[in-house]
């Protein structure tokens, strides 16, 4: 299908014919369009764009990534379809391993993946070594790489759900997750959770990335240090707040141009 620019949903619209084309060639299972609606519906309630809550997050999250010992990126069907190639280039600006972890786990879709990643440039990518558990964790995203996920000190879940996120947090591991709703149990547990689009989150931390480079580790340490993410969480939800307000708000206005109700 072929979408015109100037479609006011055109950005949107090509996320959606990404994914059914990610399903199609056996990438995305068909559960992953259910999850990205749910995560469209909170973005919609962003306004469609990264708020200063999520940008300080990334901040926070390219810190943690760059003082890792073993930074890793955990990579499932709609992260690969959606944001497979600024994945990649993130990875390569913070050194960081590329894991493919699924939870509708099948040997034929995982080589897909991994060979779709490589397919978009990327070196190397685990996931497909299943030598590792992660423990208390009773579903296939508990199997993965010993020298990725299992051995990571701070790792990136994008697009996860609650009870790997869990998990990995009483490993000890730094999490950093990527999800639309503030109030889920991922964006609840993580130790830093950035609420925006997959896409706009890794285009924004290739940036950051950039510009952190040339800071000391005593650096990195002072922003990971300044950054709360429960207080975090609360900005997100009185940002959405206060725009829905602000949207009705003139809606009433527009309803009732003379100021009579």
Known sequence: MKIPHSHPRYESLIRREKLADGVERGLVHITGLIAHGRGEAFDYLIGETTIPPALEAEKAAVAALMLAKNPVISVNGNTAVLAGEEVIEFA???????????????????????????????????????????????????????????????????????????????????????????????????????????????????????????????ELEEVLKKFDNKENLNRVLNYICKRLKSIYKSSLEDSHPSGKR
């Open 92 to 218: 390569k600006e913070i050194n960081a391993k590329i894991e493919v972890n699924i939870f509708h786990r099948t040997e034929e879709r995982l080589r897909k993946l991994v060979n779709y990643m490589k397919s978009l440039g990327a070196e190397r990518i685990y996931g497909l070594e299943a030598n590792a558990k992660i423990p208390g964790l009773d579903q296939p995203r508990s199997i993965c790489s010993y020298e990725g996920i299992y051995s990571a000190d701070v790792i990136l879940v994008p697009l996860e759900d609650g009870d790997r996120c869990e998990a990995l947090v009483k490993m000890g591991k730094i999490v950093i997750a990527i999800d639309l709703n503030p109030l889920s149990r991922t964006a609840r547990t993580a130790t830093i959770t950035i609420v925006d689009d997959v896409t706009r989150a890794f285009r924004n931390m290739i940036t950051i990335a950039k510009e952190l480079k040339s800071m000391s580790r005593e």
